[in-house]
């Protein structure tokens, strides 16, 4: 419940800017009708507290209008674990305030395996490799040893992205295959060169390809429809109009070719036609030419 406030003390000053107390404590009240927490001024101060703890922000209040507000707010909308907690414990809040609407709400579930993602974080952060017992779609269930480079979550997956030992190589391992996942004694540096935004900085998805596989300078055109849907979702960090008219809007990004790229290109169907570079443009007319063939 603490932690609960403290988010949405966060969400409010970042949506209204700056409020007084009895301003925020108005808003609560209305926000408050399922709670029977009052707001008191020093009950106010407690969640500030931790609220800045949490998300290591300053809150602080201009004394000549006595409003709160955040320091710095662009640092919470810069930050993706930020923007994470604050998006999901405000669909939380409304949602668990909002059970009798069950039927009427929607949801996509994970497909499961949260409950390794305290060992693998408690591993992160302490340095240490993790042992796993894993099982693939294709084997019977394995153990390996993993130094845990980091975790992603990408199609209502969560993801393990790290060094093997025993297969001496970087792997990917969906944490809903995992059977256990407990820390080892074992230890190992975190390098530069494996951080995400380095490691996947060309990258879309979730599969990284070979240390040989070089990113390239893709053109995408989509119809304009489609085009303005992309441009408030883009594919990648890199994604930058080049031509945009009424019938059409090409994008370019510098993007690794892997198998999550192709399929997400070939979801677009008629929408989308690939410019360049070559080698993806084949890769999408044999998928193509091969689905063609299913349906003769």
């Not at 004394?63 to 320091?71: F, G, M, P, V």
């Not at 009427?104 to 409950?115: D, M, N, P, S």
């Not at 796993?132 to 992603?152: G, L, N, R």
């Not at 304009?224 to 008219?245: C, N």
């Amino acid at each position: 419940m603490k932690n609960r406030i403290c988010i949405w003390l966060v969400n409010l000053l970042l949506r209204r800017k700056r409020m007084t107390l009895n301003e925020i404590q108005e808003e609560w009240r209305a926000h408050n009708a399922d709670y029977s927490i009052t707001l008191h001024r020093n009950t106010f101060m407690s969640y500030k507290r931790k609220a800045e703890e949490m998300f290591d922000i300053n809150i602080n209040c201009n004394r000549s209008t006595n409003e709160y507000y955040i320091e710095y707010p662009e640092e919470i909308n810069n930050s993706p674990i930020n923007q994470w907690l604050i998006q999901a414990a405000s669909s939380t809040d409304v949602i668990s305030r909002r059970k009798r609407l069950a039927d009427r709400i929607i949801l996509e579930t994970t497909f499961g395996g949260e409950e390794h993602l305290d060992a693998i974080t408690d591993a992160m952060s302490r340095s240490k490799c993790i042992n796993i017992t894993y099982h693939s779609y294709w084997m019977d269930a394995q153990s390996f040893i993993v130094e845990p480079y980091f975790i992603k979550f990408f199609r209502q997956r969560w993801y393990l992205i790290g060094h093997c030992h025993e297969r001496n190589a970087l792997r990917v391992y969906s944490l809903d295959r995992m059977d256990s996942a407990t820390i080892s004694d074992k230890s190992f540096t975190m390098k530069e060169k494996n951080y995400p935004q380095v490691l996947y900085n060309d990258n879309f998805g979730i599969i990284h390809g070979e240390e040989n596989t070089k990113a390239h300078d893709i053109l995408l055109k989509f119809t304009t429809k489609q085009g303005q849907y992309i441009q408030t979702r883009p594919l990648h960090h890199t994604q930058e109009v080049i031509s945009h008219d009424e019938n059409f809007i090409i994008f370019k990004m510098h993007i690794k070719i892997t198998l999550d790229l192709v399929q997400e290109l070939l979801s677009y169907g008629s929408s989308l036609q690939v410019l360049s570079p070559d080698c993806l443009i084949k890769e999408i007319r044999k998928t193509i030419d091969e689905m063609n063939e299913l349906y003769k």
